[in-house]
């Protein structure tokens, strides 16, 4: 081997590396250095770009010197740095949750140890004035070695820390050579078990900076409000590579006014009076600039503090709540490597839709992006680069969760042979990032347990930086072995906790502030339980808030099919072993960061106010402002519009600062117009618009809504009331005819067939149209999603998937005016017993209108059903779909905070949500009817066919081109085919969806276990 295997051992982490530091970017002169503009710098050589590249498969098969002066690499491949090697087409993708990629055996890593060799020329030129120059990698996984013109530099370990070598002695004027080997397994990949796709290489900047003799070398940056939150202190602290030296100091205003200027060598406390704290939503910067003569360093300061007191979190003296999100560093074509555009998107995005707070899940993020998070307003969770969660998941004789969660601190977070390890992954973290106003909490990591090594970890923190709070959720899992010391962790924090676990902890603790720093677990459709989170968060002063899991899907990016649907992989779409499936499409947007319907949800729960009580009679409703600091009249506007039966009636703008002077957290009555209608549904929709531009939010912008019901004396829909009319049509030629099997009811305008073995119709024919393709179907079936993967177990164990229907008995009577046939029937599966007993109705008016009526009783011993109602298969030309009920977003019982009461049309098309992996889809809740339609007809071409579902009772339905079958059984959305139907549920009501992926089982209130039911439904025709 040309390398020493520091890469299994523990006593040697970082070799050669300059001591732990803040991120800056030094200049020559004062410089104001943004993200965008790190690279204009004169003292910073960016070397990320083109890189030559060879991949080896095994360490041991590097038997070349590649890192010497000279050495030809014409036999290289060129790829891009950042970048990893898997998106280059070497090696393999894998993902896996919680299992290691390679045997358990610390420190030990698999002898077939994959690895690449880059090598990167560049140019060189020696500054008089800052003869210095130092290497940095910002991120490269797992671990690397790094030669300069043939000379060794270093190694270094911590995929998403930043390492940072003197190369001054090696470099030369002129042409220069950067060899670094990068190794795909280390001891330190026991620390990096996070769910993720495990990828490798240099996946962050590369670069050099310029620097003078002496200086400052690092900087502690303390910026703390006075006690009454009128004034501040900016308090620095410097070390200087060698001796000190004067710093001269300016502190100017974000309008550029000059506050103080004062020089300094060693601590320096600068006083500010009336001082603007910095908040996420009100993220105000102050300019700090660092001089020594021969260079400059620029930061942005935000003065802000953060302090919890009997059990309640504070920012700047203020009860706070998180409503943030879990974000990974993930791109389907890029991977790990994150651009300054791509994170830029997200955090518009995040902002798009009310978010406060990010915790970076689970390492740091790439250092400039704080400074993104600094400017546009996020507090930040910022977590150590440390998950060994697979030490779980090891073989053993009582593989029960409890002696599995005793053991699991065991091998390294309780053993002392690995704190040096976890403390240096801490202070990497904690180091960097510690000027970042955002950064209001440093996390030691995630599931790992905990022991000696955390509680050392956590005490260097507490002693290094006590103007933070601490965090760790995986301190629950010990051994019984001893006591353990959770006394430098400040916060209480679960994942996805019962709303009854949290009610309890209040009950019985509430000492520390409690955060559920993952929760609603957002896996395909879902989630389905964020307003009930919302309602009990509010609930509770202590409850501090909460971060959505996780932000996007993780997929690899395989491009398109033949039919140009865009083809993503997930877990065992590579051939590896382990993985875990598509647990890794578990966001809130789609890897193209398309929003999910899940997203629109968040944004709708937390939007910035909300009307808490609503007085029709006195036409006032009263606010709440769910802001922490800011007034409802320095942020929005709300427009007002009133809509009976979707069509709007009244519309207008409330913009007056009086009216809307409300302070974050207080109430205020305020009056709004209230339509005055005697009959119909209507509704009043308050939207709130941004009152001002943001640096990533335009003027007007949607903020969200409140939807009130307003009451009229006929508080029904009137399009409802005239399809639901009682028809005095006398039908010519009314016939019945009938055998043992089948009942045919006809007259000159249709002609229905009637099974009566299965208790439906399986035929219809209105006006010479076919309205059915195929027979209707009783339906309890649906494609199961992401967050029933649980109950789908008893699902099919119940075989609600193979339903047989089983008529008993049918009758029949003819009127003039009307059919009725009456059928006793129950639904079981083969070898299971009758899961529902149905007494239906079929009432067939003379125009050729059908009533359902259904009194449905289910044994309770089976469980919960996914749904009840009915399926038909309507023909493909039936795919225009128009619907009042809860639109435009898909809608269930408990996720419906995106759609409000109307009128929409659409193609059946457009209804279809496109997850990753199938699942049910596409449902609206709460519809009064629903039309499908033909623009022509399919049998005659001038005539266009409509079949409409009405009921007194509100239902829900889905309309698709895909049936419930092949939404189950296809495992990735491009492989879906249309059934040559328009597939038409029409529902009592759906299963809740929740969000048991990774959480607590559905919320009792909506789930379908009603023992007994009743179904209305009316089926009209026209033609």
């Known amino acids: 081997m040309?390398?020493?295997?520091?890469?299994?051992?523990?006593?040697?982490?970082?070799?050669?590396?300059?001591?732990?530091?803040?991120?800056?970017?030094?200049?020559?002169?004062?410089m104001d250095l943004q993200p965008e503009t790190r690279e204009t710098s004169d003292r910073f050589l960016l070397l990320s770009g083109d890189w030559k590249f060879h991949y080896f498969e095994n360490i041991y098969d590097v038997k070349e010197e590649f890192f010497q002066d000279g050495y030809d690499t014409a036999a290289f491949d060129e790829v891009k740095v950042p970048g990893v090697w898997q998106n280059y087409g070497y090696d393999h993708h894998q993902y896996t949750n919680v299992r290691y990629p390679f045997p358990m055996d610390p420190p030990y890593v698999p002898v077939v140890n994959p690895c690449g060799a880059y090598v990167r020329y560049f140019s060189y030129k020696k500054d008089s004035k800052a003869p210095k120059t130092y290497l940095n990698f910002e991120g490269v996984d797992s671990c690397f070695y790094v030669w300069v013109n043939g000379s060794f530099v270093g190694y270094s370990q911590v995929s998403h820390s930043t390492s940072e070598f003197d190369v001054t002695e090696l470099l030369r004027e002129g042409e220069n050579t950067l060899a670094v080997l990068v190794v795909k397994w280390c001891d330190g990949s026991y620390f990096e078990d996070q769910d993720k796709f495990r990828m490798s290489g240099i996946f962050r900047d590369v670069y050099l900076l310029n620097r003078p003799e002496n200086g400052i070398q690092d900087y502690f940056v303390k910026a703390i409000p006075s006690e009454d939150y009128q004034d501040g202190t900016i308090t620095i602290d410097f070390t200087y590579r060698?001796?000190?030296?004067?710093?001269?100091?300016?502190?100017?205003?974000?309008?550029?006014?000059?506050?103080?200027?004062?020089?300094?060598?060693?601590?320096?406390?600068?006083?500010?009076?009336?001082?603007?704290?910095?908040?996420?939503?009100?993220?105000?910067?102050?300019?700090?600039?660092?001089?020594?003569?021969?260079?400059?360093?620029?930061?942005?300061?935000?003065?802000?503090?953060?302090?919890?007191?009997?059990?309640?979190?504070?920012?700047?003296?203020?009860?706070?709540?998180?409503?943030?999100?879990?974000?990974?560093?993930?791109?389907?074509?890029?991977g790990f490597a994150i651009s300054l555009d791509q994170i830029k998107k997200d955090l518009t995005l995040m902002k798009e839709h009310n978010m406060n707070a990010i915790r970076t899940s689970h390492y740091p993020n790439a250092p400039h992006f704080y400074q993104l998070y600094d400017r546009l307003g996020f507090f930040i969770i910022?977590?150590?680069?440390?998950?060994?969660?697979?030490?779980?998941?090891?073989?053993?004789?009582?593989?029960?969760?409890?002696?599995?969660?005793?053991?699991?601190?065991?091998?390294?977070?309780?053993?002392?042979?690995?704190?040096?390890?976890?403390?240096?992954?801490?202070?990497?973290?904690?180091?960097?990032?510690?000027?970042?106003?955002?950064?209001?909490?440093?996390?030691?990591?995630?599931?790992?347990?905990?022991?000696?090594?955390?509680?050392?970890?956590?005490?260097?923190?507490?002693?290094?930086?006590?103007?933070?709070?601490?965090?760790?959720?995986?301190?629950?899992?010990?051994?019984?072995?001893?006591?353990?010391?959770?006394?430098?962790?400040?916060?209480?924090?679960?994942?996805?906790?019962?709303?009854?676990?949290?009610?309890?902890?209040?009950?019985?603790?509430?000492?520390?502030?409690?955060?559920?720093?993952?929760?609603?677990?957002?896996?395909?459709n879902g989630p389905g339980d964020l307003e009930d989170y919302f309602e009990v968060i509010q609930s509770y002063d202590g409850a501090c808030g909460a971060f959505m899991w996780e932000w996007c899907d993780h997929a690899i990016d395989l491009g398109k099919t033949i039919k140009g649907k865009k083809v993503y992989a997930y877990g065992g779409d590579h051939n590896e072993y382990p993985h875990d499936g598509n647990f890794c499409m578990d966001g809130l947007v789609y890897p193209d960061r398309t929003p999910h319907t899940g997203l629109l949800e968040f944004k709708n729960v937390h939007r910035p106010v909300r009307v808490i009580s609503f007085d029709q009679e006195k036409g006032t409703a009263v606010l709440h402002n769910y802001m922490d600091f800011?007034?409802?009249?320095?942020?929005?506007?709300?427009?007002?519009?009133?809509?009976?039966?979707?069509?709007?009636?009244?519309?207008?703008?409330?913009?007056?600062p009086a009216v809307l002077d409300l302070p974050a957290h207080e109430e205020k009555e305020i009056t709004i117009p209230v339509p005055q209608a005697e009959k119909g549904k209507c509704f009043l929709k308050l939207t709130y618009l941004l009152k001002e531009a943001t640096e990533v939010l335009p003027a007007g912008f949607e903020l969200g809504f409140d939807e009130l019901a307003v009451k009229t004396a006929e508080n029904v829909n009137q399009t409802a009331k005239a399809l639901l009319a009682a028809s005095d049509h006398a039908g010519k030629n009314f016939a019945v005819d009938e055998d043992d099997h089948y009942l045919i009811v006809s007259s000159d305008d249709f002609c229905y067939t009637y099974n009566k073995l299965t208790g439906v119709f399986a035929k219809m024919v209105y006006k010479n149209q076919s309205l059915l393709d195929r027979p209707m179907e009783y339906n309890i079936w649906r494609a199961p999603t992401d967050n029933d993967r649980n109950?789908?177990?008893?699902?099919?164990?119940?075989?609600?998937?193979?339903?047989?229907?089983?008529?008993?008995?049918?009758?029949?009577?003819?009127?003039?005016?009307?059919?009725?046939?009456?059928?006793?029937l129950s639904i079981s599966a083969i070898y299971i017993q009758r899961i529902l007993d149905i007494q239906v109705t079929w009432n067939i008016q003379a125009d050729g209108t059908v009533d359902i009526a259904m009194d449905v009783k289910r044994n309770p011993i089976f469980p919960m059903l996914p749904r009840f109602g009915l399926r038909l298969f309507l023909p493909k030309e039936m795919k225009d779909v128009t619907y009042y009920g809860l639109g435009p977003v898909e809608s269930y019982m408990d996720k419906r905070r995106a759609s409000w009461h109307g009128e929409f049309s659409s193609p059946v098309t457009d209804l279809h949500e496109d997850y990753i992996r199938p699942q049910e889809n596409g449902s609206h809740y709460d519809c009064d009817y629903v039309t499908l339609s033909s623009n022509a007809g399919h049998l005659l071409p001038e005539r266009k066919t409509s079949l409409t579902a009405v009921s007194g009772q509100t239902f829900s339905f889905n309309a698709s081109v895909y049936t419930e079958e092949e939404l189950t059984n296809k495992a990735h959305h491009y492989e879906l085919e249309e059934c040559g139907s328009t597939v038409l549920c029409l529902d009592y009501r759906q299963n809740g969806i929740g969000s048991n992926s990774c959480g607590p089982q559905l919320i009792e209130k909506y789930r379908l276990d009603e023992t007994e039911f009743h179904f209305e439904l009316r089926l009209k025709p026209e033609a």
């Open 2 to 30: 040309i390398v020493p295997k520091y890469f299994e051992d523990l006593n040697v982490l970082h070799k050669n590396t300059m001591p732990n530091r803040a991120y800056y970017i030094p200049a020559s002169v004062p």
């Open 242 to 334: 060698k001796e000190p030296v004067p710093v001269n100091i300016t502190l100017s205003d974000a309008e550029g006014k000059t506050l103080a200027q004062v020089t300094a060598e060693g601590q320096v406390s600068i006083p500010v009076k009336n001082a603007h704290l910095w908040s996420a939503e009100d993220p105000y910067l102050y300019k700090l600039v660092l001089s020594t003569g021969e260079e400059a360093i620029t930061e942005q300061v935000g003065i802000r503090e953060i302090h919890t007191e009997k059990g309640v979190l504070y920012i700047n003296g203020v009860k706070l709540k998180f409503h943030g999100t879990n974000r990974h560093d993930s791109d389907p074509v890029t």
């Open 382 to 524: 910022d977590e150590a680069d440390n998950e060994s969660h697979g030490t779980s998941d090891i073989y053993d004789t009582d593989p029960s969760w409890e002696s599995r969660s005793k053991r699991w601190n065991e091998i390294i977070a309780d053993n002392p042979l690995y704190t040096e390890s976890t403390v240096d992954r801490t202070q990497r973290c904690v180091e960097r990032d510690k000027n970042r106003p955002s950064v209001v909490i440093w996390s030691m990591g995630n599931e790992c347990a905990y022991g000696c090594t955390f509680e050392e970890a956590l005490r260097w923190t507490k002693k290094f930086d006590s103007t933070r709070l601490t965090h760790y959720e995986s301190s629950r899992y010990v051994s019984d072995k001893r006591k353990y010391d959770y006394s430098v962790i400040d916060l209480q924090s679960r994942m996805y906790p019962s709303l009854d676990e949290i009610r309890d902890y209040f009950k019985e603790d509430g000492t520390k502030p409690f955060v559920m720093c993952e929760y609603c677990h957002s896996m395909g």
């Open 630 to 656: 800011t007034n409802l009249k320095d942020l929005l506007m709300i427009r007002y519009e009133a809509s009976i039966d979707g069509v709007t009636v009244e519309n207008g703008i409330i913009d007056d």
């Open 791 to 824: 109950i789908k177990l008893e699902w099919m164990k119940a075989q609600y998937d193979r339903i047989v229907t089983r008529a008993y008995e049918t009758k029949v009577h003819k009127t003039e005016k009307e059919v009725k046939i009456e059928t006793t």
